[in-house]
């Protein structure tokens, strides 16, 4: 049996155990925001990795294969002596498409990741604000529900709207390069035959100069 000393002691370590306790199961009303605010930055860090997913040099590389094509046609056909089919044309709008989609990539990555981790700061650090319980921020605005509220709705709406950029930037230059990689073979061959036959539209001109 234990003693009185020893009786007390157990009932003061007790009483103690237990408020730790309560108090660790009761120490934060907001805690369930806390963890949303958490995850969200862990999202909006996720997918600034998967940006790279085909990487910045891929999208450009495309890009300026793209332009380029374009501008060689652009030169092909300027004055009319050269035309092309339905089906050549469509070649032509494909890479068209690809330049399309891929025109942004480079602006895109350059602002995206400062824009994602303003975000993932903005909600570590409201989270970490609530989880302090401290009665005012930084500014000395007081920390009641309705600032938790407030700046969890505009915090989170802002990193959202970042995720959402990162998911279509990576999307269109997954388009963009696959569109690239189906359609250049084809390109090729019809920037080929296009000098072949301005090459040919050329000397037939010459061949019959006109009359004086």
Known sequence: MLGQGQLKQWVRWSFLWGSAAWMMGCSNPHQETIK???????????????????????????Y????SQLREFELLLEGG????????????SEVSRARRLL???AKRRLSLPKSAERATMQLRGLADAIASQN????????????YIERETTLEMGIARDVIDALEETQELAARGISIEQAIR?????????CRSR????ILGSDSNPASE
Do not use: F, M, Y
């Open 135 to 146: 009665p005012k921020d930084a500014a000395g605005t007081p920390i009641d529900d309705l």
């Open 64 to 67: 300026n294969w793209a332009d």
């Open 198 to 201: 301005l090459a040919h539209a």
């Open 81 to 92: 002596l050269v035309t092309v089919s339905k089906s050549e044309g469509q070649i032509i």
């Open 36 to 62: 949303e605010l958490q995850a969200l930055a862990d999202s909006v860090e996720l997918e600034l990795v998967r940006l790279e997913e085909p990487s910045e040099e891929n999208a450009v590389a495309a």
């Open 185 to 193: 073979q084809q390109c090729d061959s019809l920037q080929t035959v």
């Open 103 to 105: 025109k942004d990539q």
